[in-house]
C-alpha cells in the first residue's frame, strides 16, 4: 500500500460524458501527479500540481483538467469524453524536496461505451 | 526530445534464473532514471532510482540497476528470479526545466516459469 488512495476504482460511462477522478496523495506529500495508461500510448505523463499550484503539464488533452484543493487532495476532470479515453489513470504523490520519488496510487479504470 | 526506450516486450525465465531487462533513453543533459514495477491490477511501485554517483544502484527485491553513460543505458538485473516477480517492468526518466516530468518506457512483461 503506497498511502495514495484513488477513486473510484472502475468507472463506466458513455461517449460524451464528463467524469471526475478523485487522487489523495501521500500524508505529507505536497506533490500530485495524473498519468494516462492506455494499450495504445502506453504509460503519459498529464499534468502535476504542486501546492494547489499546476506545476507542469505533459500530454494533456484541451477537454481534460485538474486541480488541487487546499487540503490537498486532487480531482482529474474528463470531459466530452472519448471510446479512446477508456485507460486506466493513476495519480501519484512525491516526497516533498524530491520530484522524481513518486508513489503510485492504485488507479481508476474508466471504460467509455 | 527526451525518450525511453525497453526492446523486449515480453520476457520469460525460469524461476531461479538471473534476469536482466534493457532500457535506453535519449535525453541531452544528465537524466534521472527509474525502474518500477506494475504487478497485476496494481499501481506503480519505485524499485530503484539513480540520480548520480555510483552507476550500480541496489533496490527493493534484490534488484538492482546500472547506468552506462556511453550506452545510454540503465539495465535492470536480478541474479535469481522468483515466481512473485512475474509483473510488467517500466523504466522512466525525470527531466528537470519544464517542469518535472516522466517519461516512460512501454514497460517489458516478464513471466517467471517454474
Known amino acids: ?113 | 526530445a527526451q525518450s525511453v526506450t525497453q526492446p523486449d516486450i515480453h520476457i520469460t525465465v525460469s524461476e531461479g534464473a538471473s534476469l536482466e531487462l534493457r532500457c535506453n533513453y535519449s535525453y541531452g543533459a544528465t537524466p534521472y532514471l527509474f525502474w518500477y514495477v506494475q504487478s497485476p491490477g496494481q499501481g506503480l511501485q519505485l524499485l530503484l532510482k539513480y540520480f548520480s554517483g555510483d552507476t550500480l544502484v541496489q533496490g527493493i527485491k534484490g534488484f538492482e540497476a546500472e547506468f552506462k553513460r556511453s550506452q545510454s543505458s540503465f539495465n535492470l538485473r536480478k541474479p535469481s528470479v522468483h515466481w512473485s516477480d512475474a509483473a510488467e517492468y517500466f523504466c522512466a526518466v525525470g527531466t528537470l526545466g519544464a517542469g518535472n516530468q516522466f517519461y516512460f518506457g512501454t514497460g517489458t512483461s516478464l513471466t517467471v516459469i517454474p
Open chain 1, 1 to 113: 500500500d503506497s498511502g495514495v488512495t484513488q477513486t473510484p476504482k472502475h468507472l463506466i460511462t458513455a461517449t460524451g460524458q464528463r467524469v471526475t477522478l478523485r487522487c489523495s496523495p501521500r500524508s505529507g506529500d505536497l506533490s500530485v501527479y495524473w498519468y494516462q495508461q492506455s494499450l495504445d500510448q502506453g504509460l503519459q505523463f498529464l499534468i502535476q500540481y504542486y501546492n494547489g499550484e499546476e506545476r507542469a503539464k505533459g500530454n494533456i488533452l484541451e477537454r481534460f483538467s485538474a486541480q488541487q484543493f487546499p487540503d490537498l487532495h486532487s480531482e482529474l476532470n474528463l470531459s466530452s469524453l472519448e471510446l479512446g479515453d477508456s485507460a486506466l489513470y493513476f495519480c501519484a504523490s512525491s516526497v516533498v524536496g524530491n520530484p522524481y520519488e513518486q508513489y503510485f496510487g492504485p488507479g481508476t479504470r474508466l471504460t467509455v461505451t
